[in-house]
Structures are given as C-alpha cells and as structure tokens.
C-alpha cells in the first residue's frame, strides 16, 4: 500500500526543491494525490469505530502513524528534507503542540470537578441543566461541559421510562453548539486562535448564530421532553435507582485553574514581546511558550489538588485524550500538502472546490460556506475541517475578520454545530453516547441518531443558513 502510494506521488509530482521560496511547499504544482493520507485518516477515523472496533481500539495510534510516514516520506523526497523538516515542524509546533496542550488542560481539570448529589428530570430542569451545560461549553470546552454535566443529567433521568432524547439534545447542545463562543470552546475555534483570530471574534461575530440555533433547538427538546413526560405519567414506576439527594460542587480547587488557563490565552494575545526561538526554520513566539507553559503547569496542579475519588467518581482516565492527542498529531501532518494545495487557490488542484464556494463575481459565497463546512464536520472531525475551509477563504486572519468576517463566520458556525449531526463529528459525542450506554441509556444507534439530527437539527441550520448567511 505505501508503494502503491508513494511512487506515484513521487513520479507525478516530484519538483526540484528550488521550486519553492525558501522551503514554502509549491502548492499549484502539487497533485490531490497529496490528499490521499489525509483523506485516509479521516476516513479510518470515520469508520474504524464502528467497522472494526476492536483493531481500531489497540492500533489506532500505529494507524495514524501510517498516514503520516505516508505524508513524511514522499515530501522529502519529492522537495527535499529540509522543506519536508520545516513544513511538518511549522504544523507540530506552532499549531499541534498549543492545541493539544489546551485539550489536555481542559480534560484534566474538568475531570477533577464533580457534580455530587441528584435531582428530579422534568422537563424544566432537563432545559435548565442543558442551558448550563450550552453555555459552559464556550469557557471550559465542549470536552469539558460535556465530561462534567453528562452523569448528573444521567442521574437527573434514571428513573424516566423515556430518557435517551435527553442525551441526544445534550449532544446537540453542549457536545457542539454551545461551544461557537470562545477559543476554548471547540477545537476549530482554537486552531483558528492559533492561525491568528482573536480570541473574542467568536463571540462579537456568532452569538447571534448561537442564540438563535441554540435556543430554537432547546425549545425543541422543551416541547418534546413535555410530551414523554406526559406521557410517563401512566406508564409504571420505575424505582428511582439514584434518588434526590442536595447538589454539591466538589474540587472547588480546579475553578481558579480553569480561570488561568483562561488568563494565560488572553495574555497571549496581548503580549507581544517580539522574542521568539527558532527550531529548524519554525518560530515559536516567546507569548506562545509561556502560554503553553502555563496552561501545562496548571494541570498538573489540578492532578496534584483534586482529590482521587472525584475524579474515580467522574469516570476519569487518561483514555480518551490520548486517543485525540494521536490521532490529531496524524491529523496535522497530513494537512500540511492539503493546506499548501488550498493556498495556491484557482492555480491549485482544489481549484473546483474553491469555484464552488465562490460567487459569479468572484465573492465569497458564504452558504456554500456554511453547508460544505457542515456537510464535512459531520462525518470528519470538524477542527481539520474548519482548517481546510479556512485556508480556502485565503488564510489571512485580518481580511477574514474584517472584509471577510461573514465568510469567517460561516466557517467556524459550520465547524461547531454541524459536529453535532452525527455521533463522530466532534470528540465528545462519541464519549458521551458510551457514557450513556454504560449507564443504562437505550441510545440510538448510528442511524437512529442521525434521524434525531435530520429531523431537529438540519430544518434548524436551514433557516439560520438563510437568515445569517444567505
């Protein structure tokens, strides 16, 4: 398979190295034979959870791997080690390493804050819990909203002969939409933060998105879950196996902690002290080493301050964030040709994809925006997507929060609420959907999912396409 692969790539499209300026990869000569580990990644990542569990589940890492030697590899021997060295580098160390050191942070202190204690699931309550949920999610991330509040809405409705819709609706809602506001709140927005957006573009250019969405969806979840609740009022009782008991905070430590890693961000989109380190041609920005230092540092605080059976109580392991921080070190090196095509633009061999996002005039259109960036994030993870989209509206950070910002807003709306569409849109929802299931839930399957989202959420994003972006 390597061979098969690599040789073609080399013998099609292999250029001497000084086709490029300096060590920049020369995109417009680059085939979309570059976009194959890429698009196999995504696709492994798509499909090896639910095809071939068990493989996926002890090799994935190996997998990753795989596509990426499959990216490595032709690079330097088609423009030569060093533009290899430094495009791969750039991607790992001024992109990867700050956003799976925020992922890290997030999951580790969110993991030693427990929600003790039960209440009773009527349907007010289940809205009020998925509203706290929406808008935790924009400052603690969606990982973290979703790590922390799933088992009290599981508790909340473990009584309730008709419970899974409520997971369903808290996929919707904290897994994904509530999660447009801020950097911290889903994994595209940060990487758009690390490509240059500032941190509160978010939430001055999409909350009226998120206001409209979100709140249309949760009167959904109201009209619904009034309905069952009705409806249960006749059925027989099932013994409440977590009875009401006071709500407690525990690991009260770990909120100062979130609130510097919060601190540590804004710092570091303010202080620009101009000092920086070159590895291998990459500069890494000395505002950017402190941050990730110090967002590092304070996880380890968490794990030092929080007390053990919160976090046994949580359900915490270091599982899940390990499987992200492989899978997304594949994910970024494998982009690295992917990105170089996009920003060759209409000389690129993505060049039809870029007609289909842009106007007879030459404009942005911002609907194809909207749904293509969608469409994608459904099925693949929904930060590599909001990469690709980003660098075809032309990876400049100012004209797109400028001239450009419905465009940007587009962009980083489809990303963070289309996750929601299918259970492996975004890395949460898979988490949450097996938290469910090992607590009892009777949860839809891939397709029963997916109808939930076809008939709630896609007539919603329908109509917020045409009122914000048509």
């Not at 700050?98 to 809205?127: D, Q, W, Y």
């Not at 990730?292 to 964030?321: C, H, M, Q, T």
């Not at 400049?396 to 807003?409: K, N, V, Y």
């Amino acid at each position: 398979m390597a061979a098969g692969v690599i040789a073609p790539a080399i013998a099609a499209f292999a250029q001497p190295a000084f086709a490029a300026d300096a060590h920049a990869l020369p995109g417009a000569s680059m085939s979309l034979w570059w976009a194959l580990p890429f698009a196999g990644l995504l696709l492994s990542i798509a499909t090896g959870p639910l095809l071939f569990h068990h493989v996926w589940e002890h090799h994935y890492g190996k997998i990753a791997t795989l596509w990426a030697a499959l990216v490595i590899v032709p690079l330097a021997l088609a423009f030569g080690a060093p533009s290899a060295t430094e495009a791969v580098l750039h991607a790992l160390l001024t992109e990867y390493m700050s956003f799976i050191i925020l992922l890290f942070a997030l999951f580790t202190i969110s993991g030693g804050i427990l929600v003790a204690g039960n209440i009773h699931g009527t349907p007010l309550v289940n809205a009020g819990l998925l509203l706290i949920g929406a808008l935790l999610a924009s400052v603690i991330g969606t990982t973290g909203a979703s790590m922390i509040l799933i088992r009290p809405v599981i508790r909340a409705n473990d009584a309730r002969p008709f419970n899974a819709h409520v997971v369903v609706f808290f996929i919707f809602l904290v897994s994904n939409i509530g999660g447009s506001l801020t950097p911290l709140g889903d994994p595209p927005l940060f990487v758009g933060f690390l490509r240059g957006v500032d941190f509160f573009w978010t939430t001055t250019n999409l909350w009226r998105e998120t206001l409209f969405t979100g709140g249309a969806v949760l009167a959904i979840f109201l009209v619904i879950d009034i309905m069952l609740h009705r409806r249960e009022a006749g059925a027989p009782k099932i013994k409440d196996p977590t009875p009401d008991s006071k709500v407690r905070l525990r690991g009260l430590p770990n909120l100062p902690l979130l609130a510097g890693v919060i601190g540590a961000i804004l710092l570091s989109a303010t202080w620009k002290p101009g000092v920086s380190l070159a590895i291998h041609g990459v500069n890494l920005e000395l505002q950017n080493l402190v941050r990730d230092a110090v967002i590092l540092a304070l996880a380890f605080v968490s794990l030092a301050v929080s007390r053990k059976e919160y976090r046994e109580a949580n359900g915490f392991n270091w599982g899940p964030i390990a499987e992200v921080a492989k899978l997304f070190a594949g994910i970024f090196i494998c982009i690295v040709p992917v990105v170089a095509i996009l920003r060759a633009g209409h000389d690129g061999a993505l060049a039809p994809l870029v007609a289909l996002v842009t106007s007879a005039q030459g404009t942005p259109n911002d609907l194809a925006y909207f749904w293509l960036t969608g469409a994608l994030s459904s099925f693949l993870d929904n930060a590599p997507t909001y990469l690709v989209f980003f660098e075809l509206a032309g990876g400049d950070p100012r004209h797109l929060m400028t001239e450009f910002a419905s465009t940007l807003a587009a962009i980083s709306a489809g990303a963070v609420f289309m996750g929601a569409n299918t259970y492996i849109g975004n890395a949460p929802n898979f988490m949450v959907y097996a938290i469910a299931r090992q607590r009892g839930v009777t949860m839809p399957g891939f397709f029963g999912y997916m109808m939930w989202s076809g008939l709630v959420l896609i007539p919603t994003f329908l109509v917020a396409g045409w009122l914000f972006f048509g």
